[in-house]
């Protein structure tokens, strides 16, 4: 994860929404460690429930 060595910096966030339907999307937060390398942060699925 990202530690200590980036307090204070500016980390890049990239974010991927998919739609998946129209009842259906997801949306995934990665950061980007020092060294470049990317990771997922937090992954959100967004699901419409029918009442």
Same mark, same amino acid.
């Given at each position: 994860?990202?530690?200590? =060595?980036?307090?204070? =910096?500016?980390?890049? #966030?990239?974010?991927?929404? #998919?739609? &998946?339907?129209?009842?259906?999307?997801? &949306?995934?937060?990665?950061?980007?460690?020092?060294?470049? =390398? =990317?990771?997922?942060?937090?992954?959100? &699925?967004?699901?419409? &429930? #029918?009442?």
């Amino acid at each position: 994860m990202i530690g200590e =060595e980036t307090v204070g =910096e500016p980390i890049g #966030q990239p974010t991927v929404i #998919q739609i &998946v339907s129209d009842d259906r999307h997801i &949306v995934e937060l990665y950061f980007t460690a020092p060294n470049g =390398e =990317e990771f997922l942060a937090d992954r959100s &699925v967004y699901t419409h &429930v #029918q009442r």
